[in-house]
C-alpha cells in the first residue's frame, strides 16, 4: 500500500476484485484508461451545464451542520471522541467493540 492516494487509478476488477494492481500508469492499458477519460469529459460537460450553483451561505451552513452531527453522532459512540479523534483511534474503538460483540463459541 502506497503512502498516498495514487492520482489515476484504474483496475480490472474481475482479475484483481480487491483493487490490489493499479494498471493506470502500464503501457497495455493506456487505450482504455484515454477512452474512460474521454467518456468522463463528455459527463462532466453535461454535469456541469445543468448544474445550479449553491450560494457560499449554503454551503457553509450544509458543512456546519454536517460537523455538528459529526460531533454529536462521535460523542455517542465514544464520550472522549471528538472531531479530532484520529482515525487510527477510530479504527481500534470499531476493533474492540466488534472484538468484545463477536461470540466465539458455537
Not at 460537523?67 to 455517542?76: P, Q
Request: a neutral charge; hydrophobic letters at 35%.
Amino acid at each position: 500500500m502506497t503512502a498516498t492516494k495514487p492520482e489515476v487509478e484504474l483496475y480490472d476488477l474481475k482479475k484483481d476484485p480487491m483493487e490490489f494492481l493499479n494498471l493506470a500508469d502500464s503501457k497495455k492499458h493506456q487505450k482504455i484508461k484515454q477512452l474512460l477519460f474521454n467518456e468522463l469529459s463528455v459527463n462532466m460537460v453535461a454535469f456541469e451545464k445543468n448544474m445550479i450553483v449553491e450560494r457560499a451561505e449554503t454551503i457553509l451552513k450544509a458543512k456546519e451542520s454536517s460537523l455538528n452531527y459529526y460531533r454529536k453522532l462521535i460523542k455517542k459512540y465514544n464520550p472522549t471522541f471528538d472531531e479530532n479523534t484520529s482515525n487510527e483511534d477510530l479504527l481500534k474503538a470499531w476493533e474492540m467493540k466488534l472484538l468484545n460483540s463477536t461470540n466465539y463459541e458455537n
